[in-house]
């Protein structure tokens, strides 16, 4: 077998759950099967175009086998989308009852313009002689490239969406539709996310169910103690909550909560990893204008040793969010033997064990995660921290992902 696996970015740069995933499977499937990884030759997070961070290579990348990077062409990513919304108001004047026929040329727009928009990875399937194509991430132009490509030349196309069906613009989606109608098999994180594929019109029978994993092995061996840590973030002594600034993933209760335990007298802080939405930059200006006493620190995109020093300096890592599909970090912060705290009725539910090695508090609820996180204050929580770590080792083993992800390969192959 001959398979394709297509992400948004490979090389060292601010890596999502989704990129992270595609890279520990390329080299566990490098073992078992022929297999090339495509991506562009972005570095940055960011897909917004005033940002133009990015390697200058594209081609092979020379020690890590057959990865292929191509590159991003942000002109030509500027010009579709202007086209794209021009077209959408075009549709919008001239066909009666035309909105999904507007929606997917919205979306499709949407898709070219989040990025990254490398057109190479088109032709580099449809002209190959690849059995399979696995692509994930939805709805990246990468991704859309490789659906098209494995279509237009008659390739088996497997997809990862990583479904934040808790958002609107992907619940309602018209592109979500096309993806599931035209992939010969769907993988789903969690039984959750398989249910709300289905409900857009998935069917059941081509979704399989494979969680993320992780592999301990990449965690640095000799990060210094957790109190040196704290000390030299000029936290000595404060109990440090761990979290993504982002409004979907739960990071204004997360503020809320802990600026109700200062207020308190409780000496808690808060550290960030990833780059701060604007509902977040407001919230956090209006509760340290209010309580000067609130220790936040915004530590922005990180990548390999820094993000696991983040991970190993804090207590509690905390990621309420009700749109994930997964939640890869919470795999991150269980391989530092962290404890974690998630949403109640979302797909969390199926990872974290409430009271075992994390805490289940009621979504938007900043007081109830206030009240949580003082419980966890006054108690002894390495335990909770070491039963995740275990946890982590027996149910998320990246070889037991890439064995199951190959099966499916081999099915729709066959």
């Not at 035209?182 to 169910?209: F, N």
């Not at 075992?356 to 204050?377: F, R, S």
Request: net charge positive; proline share 4%; hydrophobic share 40%.
């Amino acid at each position: 077998m001959k398979l394709a696996i297509v992400t948004t970015r490979f090389i060292d740069g601010d890596m999502r759950g989704g990129e992270e995933m595609s890279r520990t499977l390329f080299y566990f499937l490098k073992e078992k099967t022929r297999v090339s990884l495509l991506a562009s030759d972005m570095l940055s997070e960011s897909y917004n175009l005033k940002d133009r961070r990015r390697n200058s290579c594209s081609g092979l990348v020379e020690g890590d086998g057959d990865v292929i990077l191509f590159k991003t062409h942000f002109s030509s990513q500027r010009a579709i989308q202007i086209l794209g919304q021009r077209a959408v108001r075009v549709l919008e004047r001239g066909i009666p009852n035309g909105i999904s026929r507007k929606s997917l040329f919205a979306e499709i727009a949407k898709s070219f313009a989040w990025g990254p928009f490398a057109p190479g990875i088109y032709n580099a399937i449809k002209g190959s002689d690849y059995d399979v194509v696995f692509s994930s991430i939805f709805p990246t132009a990468t991704a859309l490239f490789s659906l098209k490509a494995s279509v237009d030349s008659g390739k088996p196309f497997v997809f990862t969406p990583y479904f934040h069906y808790a958002v609107p613009e992907h619940r309602n989606s018209t592109l979500i539709h096309f993806y599931t109608k035209r992939s010969s098999a769907l993988i789903a994180c969690t039984e959750s996310e398989k249910k709300a594929l289905i409900d857009t019109g998935a069917i059941g029978e081509k979704i399989y169910v494979i969680p993320l994993s992780f592999d301990v092995s990449t965690i640095p061996l000799d990060l210094p103690p957790q109190e040196s840590l704290k000390e030299s973030m000029g936290l000595k002594d404060y109990f440090v909550v761990l979290t993504h600034p982002w409004i979907q993933k739960g990071a204004i209760e997360v503020l809320k909560s802990v600026s109700m335990l200062v207020d308190r007298g409780k000496k808690v802080a808060v550290i960030s990893i990833g780059k701060p939405d604007k509902e977040y930059v407001a919230e956090e200006t209006r509760l340290v204008s209010r309580n000067l006493n609130l220790k936040i620190l915004d530590l922005g995109w990180l990548q390999g040793r820094k993000k696991w020093e983040a991970f190993s300096a804090c207590d509690v890592f905390a990621l309420p969010s009700r749109s994930d599909a997964f939640g890869i970090s919470y795999l991150n912060a269980w391989a530092l033997k962290k404890t974690v705290l998630a949403a109640k009725n979302t797909p969390a539910g199926e990872i974290v064990d409430d009271g075992i090695n994390g805490m289940l508090v009621d979504p938007g609820n900043p007081e109830n995660l206030a009240l949580t996180l003082d419980n966890l204050i006054n108690s002894d929580i390495r335990d909770m921290g070491k039963s995740g770590y275990q946890k982590l080792l027996a149910s998320y083993s990246p070889n037991d992902m890439s064995e199951r992800y190959l099966r499916v390969f081999e099915s729709v192959i066959r």
